[in-house]
């Protein structure tokens, strides 16, 4: 009978403590902590937007993974698109002028007050054999910060060792684009070398990196720290000729664009991080 009562007690006991707890303790409680932060990820994934400078590209891989998570605004400067691959995405015509140095710089200016937490800015070429790495990189720091994401060559000072350089011939790297457009001679900066140049745009403004290729990712906030006024000094650089020297030293100035710039935001092209070739549509490239 002892027994029984004793049985019968334990059994009460047990069902108390397990409504109990679950009444109290959701599941996800129990996803560590990876798993909560890859859980987030998707979620705030309405927060980032790509921004995409094409001319002549494919740009059928937006419908992979990971760029089909996101919005997609294709800015095309060249022959139209029947469609934009996707339902996040849409296409909007621009004057073949400035390459992708124009476009970024339209896209802040006519997109001030309505842009995403962090844009990230590519070309159309961006899966191109020598680009590939460093896109898959971007978007895995980006998922991983939620924050402007500046990837590139490290320097010591940008302006003092790159302040002699002039260019007067420059062709496209895309093969597709090099076929439609073969022209090679830039359009002379107004102020050059450089050097010269960078000193009229951002004065003693120190900048430690440089974004080649024209792929990056800026974040609303850091973006803000200037008025649109300063993005429209800089576009009129850009803004009358196909071929523009001034676009590849705007190519080299994006760190001093959006200065400052926290140094944790500052990631070098050449550096490893052992799980992003493991990131959802980098096995098909």
């Not at 760029?67 to 996040?88: A, I, M």
């Not at 390459?99 to 961006?126: E, K, M």
């Not at 010269?196 to 403004?205: I, L, S, T």
């Not at 959006?258 to 990631?267: L, Q």
Request: net charge negative.
């Amino acid at each position: 009978m002892r027994n029984t009562a004793l049985f019968l007690f334990i059994v009460v006991l047990i069902t108390f403590l397990a409504t109990t707890f679950s009444a109290v303790v959701k599941p996800e409680q129990f996803i560590n902590r990876d798993q909560e932060e890859i859980r987030m990820v998707d979620e705030g994934d309405s927060n980032i937007q790509i921004v995409l400078a094409r001319y002549k590209e494919d740009i059928s891989w937006i419908e992979d993974p990971p760029f089909n998570k996101y919005k997609v605004t294709c800015y095309n400067k060249g022959d139209s698109l029947s469609q934009c691959f996707g339902p996040k995405c849409s296409v909007k015509p621009l004057p073949n002028i400035g390459r992708c140095d124009h476009t970024f710089l339209y896209h802040i200016i006519n997109s001030y007050d309505n842009l995403a937490d962090v844009t990230i800015f590519l070309p159309a070429s961006c899966l191109d054999f020598h680009k590939i790495k460093t896109t898959f990189k971007l978007f895995y720091l980006v998922e991983k910060t939620r924050d402007t994401v500046l990837l590139g060559k490290p320097y010591s000072n940008v302006r003092e060792e790159l302040g002699r350089l002039f260019i007067n011939k420059h062709i496209a790297t895309n093969v597709v684009n090099q076929a439609a457009n073969p022209e090679t001679l830039l359009l002379p900066c107004p102020i050059r070398p450089f050097g010269r140049w960078y000193d009229a745009m951002f004065g003693d403004v120190v900048a430690k990196i440089v974004c080649y290729f024209g792929m990056f990712a800026v974040s609303r906030e850091h973006i803000h720290q200037y008025t649109k006024e300063h993005y429209e000094k800089l576009i009129k650089f850009v803004d009358s000729h196909s071929n523009p020297e001034a676009g590849h030293y705007i190519e080299r100035s994006w760190a001093a664009i959006f200065a400052p710039i926290p140094s944790e935001c500052m990631h070098s092209a050449m550096d490893t991080y052992p799980d992003y070739f493991t990131a959802p549509g980098f096995e098909k490239y």
